[in-house]
């Protein structure tokens, strides 16, 4: 393709099948555009997460994870290759990477981090929006903690073998994750995808389904509800629970944010 009809490609053609979208349209890819995410967690849910969001023209992505590359990752994060597991890049720096080579007219930035109480601030400092691609019930509340002292919006979302759950936080507006599990459970007994196992089908449909509720507030869409939304993907089943802020919460009611005071550790990673 001559390289003028790339440039034109760039700018004329990229986003028009969404573009055309009567909930999206000319004015909410503007929004897009001109939007921040930051991305928890570059694992099965973030990668997915990652990609869609990129593809569907979010002018700045931050991609956060701690964590290498292992051939068991390749089961269900489709961002990455065998190549990346011999050179154990680590998963933010090669999502980066090959989101850098789907859309080159968004910034796109890689970091190589544990989040926790000491750094989650400034990272959801630029951040319109956050995004959980996260493992572990700990980071989940701490992410709802700042998110709810920001005043940040973030989509919670959480899979474990054939079955997902997904819910918009936005704070100020409605419940917090901690209206509907005030309390942080006994994590040494919950089951895990090491344990119980994963598909992959199911990841990509929760990661989906977390990214259109990213796109409805990015572009100010005025039905988005308050629902949490429960999928078993073998069975192709789904529920949509109508959910309400709870006046007694802890976190968004009294406004105490023990999960992000200094001491608390939550690992993120997948």
Not at 43 to 57: F, M, N, P
Not at 68 to 86: C, I
Not at 233 to 255: F, K, L, Q, Y
Request: proline fraction near 4%; include cysteine; glycine fraction near 8%.
């Amino acid at each position: 393709m001559p390289a003028e009809n790339v440039g034109e490609a760039r700018t004329g053609s990229r986003y028009a099948r969404q573009e055309v979208l009567g909930v999206i349209g000319r004015a909410g890819q503007e929004a897009l555009g001109g939007s921040t995410v930051l991305v928890v967690g570059c694992g099965a849910l973030g990668s997915t997460q990652a990609e869609l969001l990129a593809r569907a023209g979010v002018g700045r992505l931050i991609l956060v994870d701690r964590d290498v590359l292992e051939l068991s990752n390749l089961q269900r994060q489709a961002l990455f290759d065998e190549e990346d597991v011999r050179r154990r890049r680590p998963k933010a720096v090669a999502a980066a990477r090959r989101l850098r080579a789907v859309n080159s007219d968004i910034d796109i930035e890689d970091v190589v981090t544990d989040v926790n109480w000491a750094n989650v601030a400034e990272l959801f400092g630029p951040a319109d929006l956050v995004m959980d691609g996260t493992d572990n019930i700990e980071t989940r509340y701490l992410l709802n903690d700042a998110a709810v002292k920001a005043g940040k919006p973030w989509i919670y979302g959480g899979v474990l073998g054939i079955d997902g759950t997904v819910m918009a936080v936005r704070p100020g507006r409605g419940p917090c994750l901690r209206c509907i599990f005030p309390a942080s459970p006994d994590t040494y007994r919950l089951p895990t995808c090491e344990t119980v196992g994963v598909l992959n089908t199911a990841v990509a449909w929760v990661a989906a389904l977390q990214v259109t509720e990213a796109l409805k507030l990015l572009v100010h869409d005025k039905t988005a509800e308050f629902k949490l939304h429960v999928l078993d993907v073998w069975h192709g089943r789904t529920r949509s629970i109508a959910v309400n802020r709870d006046e007694s919460c802890p976190c968004c009611a009294h406004r105490r944010f023990e999960f992000a005071e200094p001491g608390a550790t939550h690992p993120a990673s997948d």
